[in-house]
Nanobody, 125 residues
Framework: QVQLVESGGGLVQPGGSLRLSCAAS????????MGWFRQAPGKEREGVSA????????YLAYSVKGRFTISIDNAKNTVYLQMNNLIPEDTAVYYC??????????????????WGQGTQVTVSS
């Protein structure tokens, strides 16, 4: 059973930083992508960032370029999302997901078969 556990969310002031972690277990895929998605109240889920376990290629949504950085620890099957210069619009539940046998940093939800339960990020004064 594939399990993904997000951590690192919380309340932060605008301009602050958070580092999200997602630890995946229960799978033996040697090729996969991991991604971060988010969903704010009243809005549809959107892709934030993705990374390939094969070559560390990455994708960042335009709205977070220059502020967020994604990285992966292949040995630990853990993906991180470093979020800097946070703004209130970043407030959302952040989900990590795994796309098995995918070798590109895709944000297409069609490929993501496993999802975590999410971690809340709130950016507010």
């Amino acid at each position: 059973q594939v399990q993904l556990v997000e951590s690192g969310g919380g309340l932060v002031q605008p301009g602050g930083s958070l580092r999200l972690s997602c630890a995946a277990s229960g799978f033996t895929f040697d090729r996969y992508a991991m991604g971060w998605f988010r969903q704010a109240p009243g809005k549809e889920r959107e892709g934030v960032s993705a990374i390939s376990s094969t070559d560390d290629s990455t994708y960042l949504a335009y709205s977070v370029k220059g502020r967020f950085t994604i990285s992966i620890d292949n040995a630990k099957n853990t993906v991180y999302l470093q979020m800097n210069n946070l703004i209130p619009e970043d407030t959302a539940v952040y989900y990590c997901a795994v796309a098995p046998r995918i070798t590109t940093a895709t944000m297409l939800e069609h490929y993501y078969h496993y999802w975590g339960q999410g971690t809340q990020v709130t950016v507010s004064s």
